[in-house]
């Protein structure tokens, strides 16, 4: 089987466990080598809503993703002046791993709006797609929304199905169970003062306390 390498890319603000939980399915799947979940610099969509500084971002993935032998956090968008494009994230991986099979991560939510993303051909030609089910995009309501030229390319995949290696561009529809858990949601309860300890990694939860993320400031 040739190498397989997953890169996931989000604002990941705070990571959680719809992050995690559909990665395991995917890697249970899949087999890949390496899974490197992205923190995104300076997302272009999300320009007018401040994210939490980066350092944060990426050790909340560290952490969460440290009892997982092949999962590591990346920190290519870290030191990227201006907006960072997942398209060139997917393509510095294409560079390191020149002979792997490469796959892009992405929520099935995200992946019902990819033509909106800057370069998009380019990146679905770089990488084959594996989307993960989001509870409220999936089946037909989906596969109305994906780009015309991607049609062709939609193969769903069971958990544990034996995938080999595709000889084409491919989009996967991985079929798993969905984990409906939102960032928004987690930051909304953290902000609220309600327990967000089902939500994300025990080291997030640990981390988001320590350092009093999500709070606003007039609370002690
Ligand atoms: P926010 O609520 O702040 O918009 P989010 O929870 O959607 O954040 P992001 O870090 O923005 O999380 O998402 C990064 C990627 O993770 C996207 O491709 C998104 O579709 C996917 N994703 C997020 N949550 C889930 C989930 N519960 N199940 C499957 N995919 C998810």
């Known amino acids: ?3 397989r390498i997953a890169v996931y890319g989000g604002s990941f603000d705070p990571f959680h466990t719809g992050h995690l939980v559909p990665t395991v399915r995917a890697q249970e799947t899949f087999k890949f080598d390496a899974v490197f979940f992205v923190p995104a610099g300076n997302p272009p969509h999300k320009q007018d809503e401040p994210l939490t500084p980066i350092t944060h971002r990426l050790s909340m993935v560290a952490m969460a993703t440290l009892p997982y032998e092949r999962f590591f956090a ?3 968008e870290v030191f990227v002046d201006g907006p960072t494009y997942t398209v060139e994230t997917v393509k510095r991986y294409r560079e390191r791993f020149p002979h792997a099979g490469l796959y892009f991560l992405l929520g099935s939510d995200s992946f ?3 033509s909106t993303w800057n ?4 990146l679905v030609n770089h990488a084959h797609l594996v989307v993960l089910h989001r509870a409220h995009i999936w089946g037909s309501e989906l596969r109305q929304r994906v780009p015309e030229e991607l049609r062709s390319r939609l193969v769903e995949v069971e958990p544990f199905a034996d995938v080999p290696d595709p000889t084409e561009q491919t989009v996967y529809l991985l079929n798993h169970d969905p984990f409906p858990v939102s960032a928004t949601d987690v930051r909304q309860r953290q902000r609220q003062g309600l327990p967000i300890r089902e939500l994300v990694p025990h080291e997030v939860n640990s981390y988001i ?3 009093r993320l999500y709070r606003t400031d007039d609370e002690d």
């Open 1 to 3: 089987m040739t190498q």
């Open 209 to 211: 306390e320590k350092y």
């Open 74 to 76: 990346s920190d290519d």
């Open 119 to 122: 370069r998009w051909i380019e």
């Open 112 to 114: 019902s709006q990819i």
